[in-house]
Structure formats: C-alpha cells, structure tokens
C-alpha cells in the first residue's frame, strides 16, 4: 500500500475540487475558520471513504445489517486504511451508558469478577465454596488425607433403573448399603403397592483419599458433577460419633456437599454460578427487573410545587399544592415538621436539598396517595401533547429500592472480589481502582491468574489509559451524559487506544476542547502513541499547542461557506507561521494583543454551603455586569458549581423552570433580587436533522411564516403560517419528498441514493405554495438566502432583523436560512447556539420568554463557549459577550482557552486537582 493517502478533485460539501496528499504513519492536524470546510475534508471524505472500503471487504449477506455508506464526491481518493473517528458530542444521552461501558472496562471487570469472584449467604454473612473437579480432590486430600470415603448422590427413585444402566452397582438404604439392583426391584414392587420411594442414595466410589489417588478422585468427582447437575455428597469416615453424622453400616461418616455452583457450607443454600452475563446491567440476564438495569427509578418532585417560594412554613408555604385537585393539610406537615429537624421560620427556597428531601420523606403516604396515582396517569399518557412537558418538569430520579443503586439483580450484586462488590469497585476513582485490582490480582492462585491473563491485561491498560489522559478521578460507573465534551472525548480516546489496532485511520474532532494546558498535553501525546504503532492520525483542531505538535498541518480556507474549501497551506507547523493565512495570523499574535480594559463589578452574587458532587460546602460570590471566567483543572468542579448546583438555585429563587435537575445539588444564594433572569448555555449539542434549520434555531421562521400568510396572495387562498411549513403534513410541503427537498433510493447491498426530488425540484413546497410572494421571493427564495442578505431584505422588520443580527454577530452572516443543520461543523452549531442565546431565544421551544423588567439584567452562564471556534472566531464571541454587559447583562462562562481569559475580566479558578482533590476556590481576582 502506498505511504501516501491521496485525494483529488474532492467536492464534498462546500470543498472546491481539493486535491492533498497525506503522508501515513504521523499525526496530521487540519485547522482553519469555523466552517471553512474542516470537517468536510476530515469526516465526510477521509473517514467515510475509509470506513465505506472497510464494509465493502464483508459479505453481501453482512452488509445488509450495516449502514450503507454514500461514497464520497471525488475522483479519485487511494491508499486510505481503515477508519475510526471519534466526533464531538461524543457523550451518550443514556443512562445506561457509562465510564466503564465506553472504555470496556467493565467487560474486563465482569470477567474477573465472574471468574475469581466470591458470594457471602446473606443469611449466615459466610464465605460461599465453589470445586471445581481438580480444586474438589485438592480440598479432600487437604482434609481428609488418609482416610476412607465415599463419594455418592442422590437421584429420584424413578432413576435407579437408569442409574443401574450406567455402571452404578451399589446404593445406601436405611443405614446400609445394598445392590443397588435390590433398590430398583423394591421401587417396582413399591410402585405396585401405590407408595413410591422419593429418592435413592447412589455410591459412584469408594476410596482412600492420598496423593496417588488424586487423578482417580477427581475424575470420579467430574463424572458426578456430569450425572448429577454439579453437585455430589462426599461420606467420609470419622473416628467419633456426633449429631450431625450419618450412620452408615454402623459406623459414623462426615457428610460433606461438593457442588460446582457456589455454596453455604453452614446452610447448604446455593447460589446461582457467576457468568459475565450474569453481571451485564445491559443484559435482561442481569439487569435489574425493577429499574432495567438504570439503577434509578423516577417519581414526582413533590418538595418543588411550592407556588410561592417567598412564604414560610409557619406562614404555608406548603400551602395548596399546585398538582391540580391534590390538596393535603397543612396542620399536619407542619407538625411533622419541627422533628423532621426542618425550620419553620425560613423561605422554602432557601431550604437546602436535605430539609427538603425530609419534607418529603416525612410527610404520611396517605398525603402523597393521590399524587403518585396521578403521576402513574401522567407515565401512561407521556406522549399526549403537554403530559410530557409536564411529567418531565416534576420528575424526580430516585436509587432504585431493589438493586440500591447497582443496577444488577438479587445474587449478581452480591459477588465480592477483594472485598468489595463490583457496583462499589466501580464506584471507586480509576487510580483508586487499579491499586485495588493489583491487590485482587496478587491475590489469586498462580492457575487462575494465568488463565485470567488476556482480561487482566486489558483491565491494566485501559485504567493507564484513563490516568494517562487526565482521567484518574473519574469513577468507571459515571454516566457518559455527566461528563463534559472534553472527558467524554478523552474517555473515547481509552477505549481507541486500548484496542491495539495498527495500520488504521484516526480521526478526531477537537479531541482538546474543555482541557486545560496540562490536559491538552497528555492528549497530544496519547496521539503521538497511536502514531508510534504504525497508525494514521488525522486531527481537526483550533488549539495552538496542538497544531504546533503535528508533524504536518493543512490549513482549508480562506474563509467560511461558499469563502471557503480550499486548502490554502499544507506542511510542516512551523512554515506555518511564515503565511498570511487566517491561523498564521491568530498564532503570531500575542495574548497581551488581546487584553481588554477591565470593569468593575457593580454587584455581587452570594453562595453559600454548595454541595454538588466533589463540592462540598462552598462559599464564594460572582461579580455581576461583567464577564466573569471560571477556570481550573478539568474536572476540578466548575461544571459542577455553576451548571448543576448554582443555576437550578438561581432559578428557584426568580421562580424559572430550569433546564438542570438539582436533585443532587444544594446551594443557597443571595442577590438573585438584582436578576430578571438566567439563561444557560450548556454542552447539549444541536438536534442533527436535516428538518432543523438556524432559523428555527433562532426563533425567526415563525415570524417569516406570518409575513407570508399576510400577503395579499396567501389571504386569497386563506393560507395560514402552517402553510408554510416545510415540517408539518398539514401544511403546503412536497408531499413526494415530505418537504426534505430530497429522494431517497434504497438500494439492497449499496449505499442509499438521494436524488432532487422531480415534484418540487428541491423547493420543498407545493407549486401553489411557492406562488405566493413577499417582495417578490418566494418562500424558497427566503430560505436560499443568507443571512446577510436577508437581513437587508427585511429592512422595517425589527423582531426579523433583531434574530437575524444574533446570526451576524456570531459570524455566520455566510450560512443560508434554509442550510440542514445537520451539515453544519461543529463551530457552525456551537455560534448557532450562541446566536439563539443572544436573540433572546430559550433553546427550550416550551421555556416562556421572560421580559426583562426595568433595572434588571440577565445573568447568561455559558459552558464553554469556545468550542469548535477557531482563534478569530472567539474574538468574534467576545465581542457580542462585551456587547451583552455594556447594555446592562452579566456573563459567567465556564473556559480553558487562554484567548478567552485573557478578555475577561473576573477570573475564579476552581481545584486545585481534578475529583476528590478539586472543588475548592483556589483564586478569585480581577483578570
């Protein structure tokens, strides 16, 4: 195969015929502006051109199960090996996708666990015994060396005939043993008289327990376990007589049960045998049957009906609930109240999350009867429109009652190794876990840990991996839909390194976004690993450090959109600079070039006893009217104040619906009084369908729907808004191509075709639906406009051109109104976001849109902003932030990249460690 990946005449999206060459076996980063068509060269020319060859190399009967991938536009793309990508937004939205899922380690972790794992009997807390045939012969000749016994079991009378059959002679009855043909002849005889023998006692060998007779015991014992479904009686002689003997030909013998299943050798209960199945929550085998394996159950927040957060108890804020026709006395709550330990003299709303959990916890079931009936209602009729708005708003998730949190059910969460049970070793950080793995791993016998040597081995390197990449503190059973974009892509990034794949593609998508310096580094080199084992890796990246770590770069530009597609530099890093490219631009200025004069904070924001997962009890403030940028180490617990603790309390003191559970969290602030509202801006990607357009995003569609229904034409025909919706089956769209303005053909073993569609020649609406005309363009018309452009055409149109601007601002006057989202980039959707955000736009289509009254400002948090912008786009972010706190905004925004902190001008730094080590202010100071 060639040392070369080359590509010609690649029309991908916007790319213009590009034609590269990519040398193999070195790490490759391509940057350029958001949009220039980064991720276009990358994802949906390299990797789908790599992955598409790979399928191809199945059977047709194979390939009819997978994805059929479209090849790309090209003509001509050679030398290409297989793909992997690992993408943005990266995190899983179910629950039951974790750490552990993702990296496969806990693959790793069952098989040890159901290997060399042990269950105690929950009735007598002892260690259960489980024989194989060799460590049964061992356990005897441990014991009983030297003496007489008997290996026998016990089989329904009705199978003695079959016993005889199968060499079986002997047999014990009434304290003696007789031919077992004797027993047979009295079942027959017993059966002619209508009374049955229930069960017969079968000798299987008689033998002296030594060392020379070890091979001989354990193949009769194996042989038992065949016959008698793992199990067998072992009599062996004894020298007293006691209460627990069995007497058998006038002499006392000690019964012991040797089974292959594990056993309570004081109850004699057993246990079901441990498989990896068995500890697979993902599995109905060993899911809990109760909460399906989540761990978590979900019921109504009662504590949060409160109508008025103002009130106190002693004066009802507990007062009528507001669930509709569900009324309780209040007389009773409040006294239950003073010995549930709950103040009766403070504002519900500063009530922390324990006081509250003891409201509910305290109230009598007969209160909450009625409420959870209708919550059972509200469950069976989720998808009725506003049901589901409504049950989601009140949801609460609670641990799971059976499985207590550990997803697994009855004797599957029992199995311990080293003393822990898989659900608490899981719940350990991953430097905690390995050192508690080495320990459980010195400990096993020399067979099994050579028999145990592919899974170990594997379990090592993905928890080096782990803490390679700065992920020592994550514990392998949290969620995938809790982590930031950074550790979700990290996370991807171990199972992708532990595989040991060679000769294979990479491509990652800004696998450094949400890290800080010393992060980012521990990534580059973990890139420079996969290189080193003769893979191709393949990076679109913004970030300095990195692009000056490749070995080679290309750069696509020179702009964005339609500006842009075409490589404008390609070489090593450091020629780079020496251009007058966009990228070389950004790299020789200075961060001192981008310092902004400082403000002064006109209020402050008070918080008090925090706790939110590793917070615990934080006090601090954040200044108002400024931008103000939480920093520290990632996973230090900025994310974590801000997001999951700080937002939820803010939006119960302004009375605002938020977007963020706040179960787990408890923080009290002062200052909310200075607010109108809060709105957050979060790392929950954009919905990826080709239906979902910026304008909608925005909020602009629907008053560009109502222009068109004004028009003289539309009232004519009485058109309403609907009509012009491309979305709805009621209104003017293509009924060929339901409003996709695209035909898809399936082909059988072939990638599916999408051809334009010949009814609406990809207009999306119906021929008489386009006739109608606003300043002479069609609905169509509009939608193929850009967004400059149609920010002048709707000149007199305030609320239009007002979104239209957030649009602008975020430095997508490029895109066009109609433009699928789902062929934006990453940076393109993340300013997207940012645009509804300014526009006023709650990305919640059910959020009521608040009116700021007068004196009052919003306080915007954003996530990390930054991500998937390239350098100048992020001046482009700060100036409509600025923009926000000169017209009388606050701004707090959660940030690693040093352009952005260099703006700011608040700064508080949240660690001094990831995990356990964070969750401490360790500054907090003007920037």
């Not at 509202?677 to 239906?691: G, I």
């Amino acid at each position: 195969m060639s040392d070369f990946i080359e590509l010609e005449g690649v029309r991908v999206n916007n790319l213009k015929g590009v034609d590269v060459r990519i040398r193999r076996g070195i790490l490759t980063v391509i940057c350029g502006v958001s949009g220039s068509g980064k991720s276009s060269l990358a994802f949906d020319t390299l990797f789908a051109e790599g992955q598409r060859r790979y399928v191809e190399t199945f059977s047709p009967y194979a390939r009819q199960f997978l994805d059929r991938i479209e090849r790309p536009a090209a003509d001509r793309i050679e030398g290409i090996p297989p793909a992997i990508a690992i993408r943005q937004n990266a995190r899983s939205q179910s629950s039951r996708s974790t750490v552990g899922t993702r990296t496969e380690t806990l693959d790793y972790l069952r098989t040890l666990f159901a290997r060399a794992g042990t269950v105690r009997c929950p009735d007598c807390d002892t260690r259960t015994k489980q024989f194989s045939p060799d460590t049964a012969a061992d356990f005897l000749l441990q014991l009983h060396a030297g003496q007489r016994g008997m290996l026998t079991f016990s089989v329904p009378a009705g199978r003695g005939a079959e016993m005889l059959s199968l060499g079986y002679a002997r047999g014990i009855f009434d304290g003696n043993t007789v031919p077992l043909e004797q027993l047979v002849d009295r079942q027959t005889a017993a059966d002619g008289d209508g009374t049955i023998e229930t069960k017969v006692t079968v000798i299987a060998d008689r033998i002296r327990v030594s060392e020379d007779s070890h091979s001989r015991l354990s193949e009769s014992i194996e042989q038992l376990f065949a016959v008698n479904d793992g199990c067998c009686e072992v009599l062996m002689e004894s020298d007293a007589e006691t209460a627990a003997a069995v007497m058998v030909d006038g002499r006392p013998w000690q019964q012991q049960t040797i089974s292959r299943q594990p056993t309570c050798p004081s109850c004699q209960r057993q246990f079901a045998t441990a498989s990896a199945e068995s500890l697979n929550f993902l599995s109905p085998v060993g899911a809990c049957p109760t909460c399906e394996g989540t761990g978590q159950i979900s019921g109504m927040r009662f504590e949060k009906v409160v109508p008025d957060d103002q009130l106190t108890l002693a004066q009802g804020a507990i007062q009528p609930w507001t669930t509709p026709a569900y009324v309780h006395e209040q007389q009773e709550l409040l006294a239950l109240a003073p010995g549930c330990g709950i103040p009766t003299n403070v504002p519900f709303a500063e009530l922390t999350g324990h006081h509250r959990r003891l409201i509910h916890d305290g109230v009598p079931e007969q209160m909450f009867g009625g409420l959870r009936g209708f919550h059972r209602w509200l469950v069976k009729n989720r998808y009725k429109p506003g049901v589901s708005v409504f049950l989601n708003r009140w949801r609460s998730w609670l641990p799971c009652p059976d499985c207590g949190g550990s997803r697994l059910k009855g004797e599957c969460g029992r199995l311990t190794l080293n003393g822990l049970t898989l659900y608490e070793a899981t719940q350990l950080e991953t430097g905690d876990l390995q050192e508690h793995m080495r320990q459980a791993i010195d400990s096993l016998p020399d067979d099994m840990r050579a028999a145990l040597a592919v899974p170990i081995g594997q379990l090592q390197t993905r928890l080096e991996f782990l803490t390679a990449c700065g992920l020592g503190y994550l514990s392998t059973d949290r969620s995938m839909k809790t982590l930031s974009a950074g550790e979700a892509q990290r996370v991807v990034l171990t199972s992708v390194l532990g595989s040991g794949l060679i000769n294979t593609l990479y491509v990652l998508d800004e696998p450094t976004s949400g890290l800080s310096a010393q992060n980012t580094r521990q990534v580059i080199e973990a890139c420079h690993t996969l290189t080193r084992h003769g893979n191709t890796v393949v990076v679109v990246e913004h970030d300095p450090q990195f692009i000056q770590s490749a070995d080679e770069v290309i750069e696509i530009g020179p702009d964005a959109g339609d500006r842009g597609g075409e490589v404008v530099f390609q070489g090593p890093p450091e020629r780079l600079q020496a251009q007058s490219s966009a990228t070389a631009v950004c790299l020789l200025e200075s961060d001192a070039d981008r310092q902004t004069a400082q403000r002064t904070p006109a209020a402050w924001l008070t918080f008090r006893d925090v706790n939110c997962h590793n917070i615990r009890h934080l006090s601090g403030r954040l200044p108002l009217n400024v931008i103000c940028a939480v920093t520290g180490v990632s996973g230090g617990g900025k994310s974590s104040l801000i997001v999951d603790a700080l937002y939820p309390a803010i939006c119960r003191r302004l009375g605002q619906v938020g977007t963020v559970d706040a179960i787990d969290s408890e923080a009290s602030v002062d200052g909310c009084e200075q607010l109108a509202e809060v709105c957050l801006l979060d790392q929950s990607p954009l919905p990826r369908s080709r239906r979902s357009i910026p304008v909608t995003i925005v909020g602009v569609f629907d008053d560009i729907r109502k222009l068109m229904a004004a028009t003289h034409e539309a009232r004519k025909r009485n058109f309403k808004p609907g009509m012009f919706s491309f979305n709805s089956s009621r209104g003017g769209r293509c009924e060929v191509c339901e409003g996709v303005g695209q035909v898809t053909v399936e082909m059988q073993f072939l990638a599916d075709i999408r051809t334009t569609c010949e009814a609406c020649q990809g207009r999306r609406f119906r021929p008489d639906v386009l006739e109608v005309r606003y300043r002479d363009r069609s609905i169509h018309d509009i939608l193929n406009m850009t967004v400059e452009d149609a920010f002048v055409f709707f000149s007199g149109q305030q609320r239009i051109q007002q979104r239209l601007n957030a649009l602008r601002q975020a430095g997508l006057a490029y895109l066009r109104l109609g433009q699928p989202v789902a062929t934006l980039s990453g940076g393109e959707s993340q300013r997207v976001r940012i645009a509804s955000l300014l526009a006023g736009v709650p990305l919640d289509d059910d959020a009521p849109v608040r009116t700021k009254p007068e004196g009052q400002g919003t306080l915007f948090l954003l996530d990390e902003p930054s991500t998937g912008l390239h350098l100048r786009d992020i001046d482009a972010l700060m100036k409509c932030l600025n923009h926000l706190v000169e017209i009388g905004h606050s701004v707090v925004i959660i940030e690693h990249n040093q352009r952005v902190l260099k703006q700011a001008d608040y700064r508080l730094e949240i660690g001094p460690g990831p995990g356990r080590q964070g969750g401490q202010i360790v500054s907090a100071d003007m920037a």
